[in-house]
C-alpha cells in the first residue's frame, strides 16, 4: 500500500482537485478489489484504492476551510504548543465564527506560556499565505497548505486575553509534561547552552538553541543528533526493557517471571510509543517507534522480523498521520538514512557496525543534504564516530534519567543535573572542534556531485560484498552523474538570455545580470538572526536559473543589508573575481570573507569611476566612485553601476545619497532601468536625477516595514511626476527584466501583486 498511497498524495497535490473527486476513485478501487478478486482487476482495484486513500487525506486538508476574522473580538482555541519566535511567538489556532478554520497567528509573549486547547478572545487580522517570491524557493503558503491551513496573520493592538479555566485536554497534559521533562534538564534560571542542548536531546524543544550551537552540529554533520530520532527511541526502550525486566525477574510469582521479557518487551515498546508522543511525535522519533513496535510484534509472536517490511510500515503510518510529511526533508533524510544502513550492510563488530552505519546513511542522504542546500562535512565519518558514542552512550542518557529523576527523586536530579550538562557542553566542544568545509564546496552542480559520490560508494560496497552486477549498476550511475556535474555542463545547457534578475531579500539588495551562460551577482542581501539571504535566496536563485557558477560578485558598499548574504555565496559557488572597492574591503564585516578569499584563491579587483568589463553583449561601467575617494558614511562611496546593451540599459546606484546623484547627473545618458538608491528612501532619487535619466522602469528593493515603509511617500511622488511605472520587490516579489529586440520586458514572480499588510 506505501506506493499507491505515495503516488496518491502526490497527484492530489499536483491536481488540486476537490475530495470527492478522490472519494470516487477510493470507492471504484474498493469496488474492484471485492467484486474482482479472481481476476486481473483485483490488483487494479488495489492500486485505485490505495491512491483514493492518499489522494483523500490531503486534499481534505488542501481544501480546508478558509477562516475569515471580523473587527472585533473573535474567539479563538489554541491547536499546537506556541513557538517562540523573537519577542513574539506563532501559534496554530482555530478561528471560531460562521467562517471557522485553521489559521497561524503571532502572537505577543504573554501567550508563549498557554497550553494547546486554552481558549481565547482577540483582535486579529488574517490575510493569505504569502507564496515563494523567488526562483528556486519552496513556497511556505503550499507547504501550510498541506497542513490545512489557508491564513496567517497577527494580534492586533496586542489585544488577546485568555477565556476560561487552563485546558486540561490530553493535548494540554502532554505539552505540560514536556516542558517539565525539559526544566528538569535545562532550568530556564540557568540559561546555559549545554541546558539548551539537553532540552533538545531530552524533550525536542530546540527553541531555546542559539544559532551558533546549530551551525556548529550542521558543519560537523551530526545535525541528526539534535532531533528526537531512532537513537533516543531506542535508548527509552532499553532503558524501560532492561529496569522492568530487572525488576520482574525478582517476582516470587512463577507465572510472572516466564513473562517477564515478554511483559519488559511490551512494557518499552509502550514507553518508547509515549516517548515518541511527548516530545512532539516528529517524523524521525514515529518511525522509530513504528519500527520498534514491529520487531517486537515479531519477536513476540515468533515470527522472522524483516528490516524493509518494518522501514515500509513505519513510512505508511507516518504518511497516514500526516500527509504532508512526504513532501518536507525531515521525512526523506530519515527513511533515506535508514535504507542506506540497510542497503550497505552492517560490519562485524561494533565499532565496525557503526563505521558501516554512518557511511551508508552519510552517502545515501548526501543528495537530499545537496538538494535542500545543507553541507556534507569533509569530516563527517570521523564527527559521527566520536559524536555517535559521546552523545548515544553518556549525554543522552544522563539527559534521559535527569530528566525522569527530575519529576520523581528532585533530590537525585540535583545531583545528576550538572553531570549531565557537563556532558552537554563536552558533546558541544568536541562538535565544534570537528567542524569541516563542505565536501561539495566549489562545485557547480552539488546535487550531481553529491549523486555521484553517493552511487560510487555503494558501487565500492557492493563489490566488496562480491554483488557485481549491483555494483556495476552503481558505477555507471556514479560515472554519468559525475560527468555531468563539470562545470561545462551549465554552459552547454543554460538558457540564452540576456537579463537581471532583482531577488526579493527584504530590506536588502541582490540582482542577477545574466548573459547566457554567464552570471554576475551584484550584492547578496542581509544576514539577520535566522534567515541569511546567500542561504535562502541567492543560491536556490541560481540553482534555479541553471547558474552552477559565477563570474564575478560585486560588492556595492560595506553596509551589511548588502554583503550580508555574501558568506554563504563564497563558501558554496564557484566565483571567478570578487568585486569591491578599496575601502570597503577594509570594513570589519568583510573581514569574514577577507578568509574565505584568502582560503579559495579567489582574486580581488578593488574598482573606481572609469572601470568596465564585458559581460557580451552588454558592457558594465563604474561611475562612482572616484579612486581613492572615501565619503564621511559608507551610502557616500557606494559604487554606482551601469549596465548596458545593443537593446537597453540599467543603472544600480547601490545606496547613493542625493548629493551623489545630482554630481553624477549632468555626465549620465538616459537609461530605461532604475535600480532606486538606498530602497527608495527620501534622502535619495533626486528629481534632477530623474529628468536626466529618463527611466521607463524603477525598481524598488525594500522590505516589508508598517512603520515608515519604503519607497517614501516623496519618492512615489518623484516617480508619478516623471511618469515612472515603479515596481517593488516586496509586492511583486523578484523582478526579472529582460532586454530583447522587440524592447524592455519586466516579468515579475509573481502574477498578481501581494497587497499591503500581509504577512
Request: with cysteine; aromatic share 6%.
Amino acid at each position: 500500500m506505501l506506493l499507491p498511497l505515495s503516488a496518491g498524495i502526490l497527484v492530489a497535490d499536483r491536481l488540486q482537485a476537490k475530495p470527492w473527486v478522490f472519494v470516487l476513485v477510493t470507492l471504484s478501487g474498493l469496488a474492484l478489489w471485492r467484486l474482482r478478486r479472481d481476476t486481473w482487476l483485483a490488483p487494479l482495484g488495489e492500486l485505485l484504492l490505495g491512491m483514493g486513500l492518499g489522494a483523500l487525506a490531503l486534499a481534505v486538508r488542501l481544501h480546508a476551510p478558509v477562516p475569515e476574522a471580523s473587527a472585533g473580538p473573535v474567539p479563538l482555541t489554541l491547536l499546537t504548543p506556541p513557538l517562540r519566535r523573537g519577542p513574539a511567538c506563532r501559534v496554530e489556532v482555530y478561528v471560531h465564527g460562521a467562517d471557522g478554520g485553521r489559521a497561524l497567528v503571532r502572537t505577543p509573549e504573554e501567550a508563549c506560556s498557554w497550553l494547546p486547547g486554552q481558549r481565547a478572545l482577540g483582535r486579529i487580522r488574517l490575510n493569505p499565505l504569502r507564496p515563494s517570491t523567488n526562483p528556486g524557493q519552496s513556497s511556505p503558503a503550499r507547504r501550510w497548505a498541506r497542513r490545512g491551513i489557508q491564513r496567517a496573520g497577527s494580534v492586533r493592538q496586542a489585544l488577546l486575553f485568555p477565556v476560561g479555566p487552563p485546558a486540561l485536554g490530553l493535548a494540554a497534559r502532554l505539552e505540560r509534561a514536556r516542558r517539565a521533562l525539559g526544566d528538569g534538564v535545562d532550568p530556564p534560571a540557568l540559561e546555559r547552552r549545554s541546558g539548551a542542548l539537553l532540552r533538545a536531546l531530552v524533550s525536542g524543544d530546540r527553541g531555546r538553541l542559539s544559532n551558533a550551537t546549530r551551525r556548529a552540529f550542521v558543519r560537523s554533520g551530526t545535525a541528526h543528533l539534535l532531533a528526537v530520532s531512532g537513537l533516543h527511541v531506542a535508548w527509552v526502550f532499553v532503558l524501560t526493557h532492561l529496569g522492568v525486566g530487572w525488576i520482574l525477574r525478582r517476582a516470587p510469582s512463577i507465572a510472572v517471571l516466564r513473562r517477564a521479557k515478554t511483559l519488559s518487551l511490551a512494557v518499552g515498546v509502550i514507553t518508547a510509543g509515549g516517548y515518541a508522543v511527548l516530545s512532539g511525535l516528529a517524523v524521525p522519533a514515529l518511525r522509530a517507534a513504528v519500527m520498534a513496535f514491529a520487531g517486537t510484534l515479531a519477536l513476540l509472536g515468533g515470527r522472522p522480523g524483516t528490516a524493509w517490511n518494518a522501514l515500509a510500515l513505519a513510512a505508511l503510518v507516518v504518511l497516514a498521520w500526516d500527509p504532508g510529511s512526504l513532501f518536507e526533508p525531515g521525512f526523506a533524510l530519515s527513511f533515506v538514512a535508514v535504507a542506506g544502513i540497510l542497503v550497505w550492510g552492517a560490519g562485524g563488530g561494533r565499532l565496525a557496525s557503526l563505521v558501516h552505519g554512518t557511511l551508508g546513511a552519510g552517502l545515501a542522504t548526501a543528495p537530499f543534504l545537496a538538494a535542500i542546500d545543507a553541507p556534507l562535512p569533509r569530516l563527517f565519518l570521523l564527527a559521527n564516530l566520536l559524536a555517535i558514542p559521546l552523545f548515544g552512550a553518556v549525554v543522552l542518557p544522563l539527559g534521559l534519567v535527569t530528566g525522569a529523576a527530575s519529576a520523581l527523586f528532585p533530590a537525585a536530579a540535583g545531583v545528576l543535573g550538572p553531570l549531565a550538562r557537563a556532558a552537554g557542553e563536552l558533546g558541544i566542544r568536541l562538535v565544534e572542534a570537528l567542524e569541516s568545509p563542505n565536501l561539495l564546496e566549489g562545485s557547480a552542480h552539488p546535487i550531481r556531485s553529491a549523486i555521484g559520490l553517493a552511487a560510487a560508494g555503494f558501487a565500492a560496497r557492493l563489490a566488496s560484498r562480491r554483488s557485481f552486477r549491483a555494483a556495476l549498476g552503481a558505477g555507471g550511475i556514479a560515472a554519468c552523474t559525475l560527468l555531468l556535474a563539470l562545470p561545462c555542463g551549465s554552459r552547454t545547457r543554460a538558457e540564452a538570455d540576456t537579463s537581471l534578475l532583482f531577488l526579493d531579500v527584504g530590506h536588502g539588495d541582490a540582482s542577477v545580470l545574466r548573459s547566457a551562460a554567464r552570471a554576475w551577482l551584484v550584492d547578496a542581501g542581509p544576514r539577520i538572526g535566522s534567515f541569511d539571504a546567500g542561504r535562502h535566496v541567492v543560491r536556490p536563485a541560481l540553482r534555479a536559473e541553471g547558474l552552477g557558477e559565477l563570474e564575478v560578485m560585486l560588492l556595492s558598499h560595506a553596509d551589511r543589508d548588502h554583503v550580508g548574504g555574501a558568506r554563504e555565496i563564497l563558501e558554496a559557488v564557484p566565483v571567478g573575481e570578487l568585486w569591491v572597492t578599496a575601502a570597503a574591503w577594509q570594513a570589519d564585516v568583510l573581514e569574514p570573507l577577507r578568509r574565505i578569499a584568502a582560503r579559495r584563491g579567489i582574486p580581488i579587483r578593488f574598482v573606481s569611476a572609469g572601470d568596465r568589463a564585458w559581460l557580451p553583449p552588454l558592457e558594465v561601467s563604474v561611475l562612482w566612485p572616484p579612486q581613492g575617494f572615501v565619503g564621511s558614511d559608507t551610502n557616500q562611496s557606494s559604487l554606482v553601476l551601469r549596465v548596458e546593451g545593443p537593446h537597453g540599459c540599467a543603472l544600480l546606484p547601490g545606496d547613493v545619497p542625493r548629493t551623489v546623484e545630482r554630481g553624477l547627473a549632468h555626465e549620465l545618458r538616459s537609461c530605461e532601468v532604475l535600480k532606486l538608491a538606498h530602497h527608495g528612501s527620501r534622502s535619495s532619487t533626486d528629481s534632477a536625477w530623474l529628468r536626466r535619466l529618463r527611466p521607463w522602469v524603477a525598481i524598488a528593493s525594500a522590505g516589508r516595514r508598517s512603520r515608515l515603509p519604503l519607497p517614501h511617500a516623496e519618492v512615489r511622488e518623484r516617480l508619478r511626476a516623471e511618469s515612472v511605472t515603479l515596481y517593488e520587490t516586496r509586492r511583486f516579489g523578484a523582478l526579472r527584466v529582460r532586454f530583447t529586440g522587440a524592447g524592455l520586458v519586466v516579468e515579475p514572480h509573481l502574477s498578481e501583486p501581494w497587497r499591503e499588510g500581509s504577512p
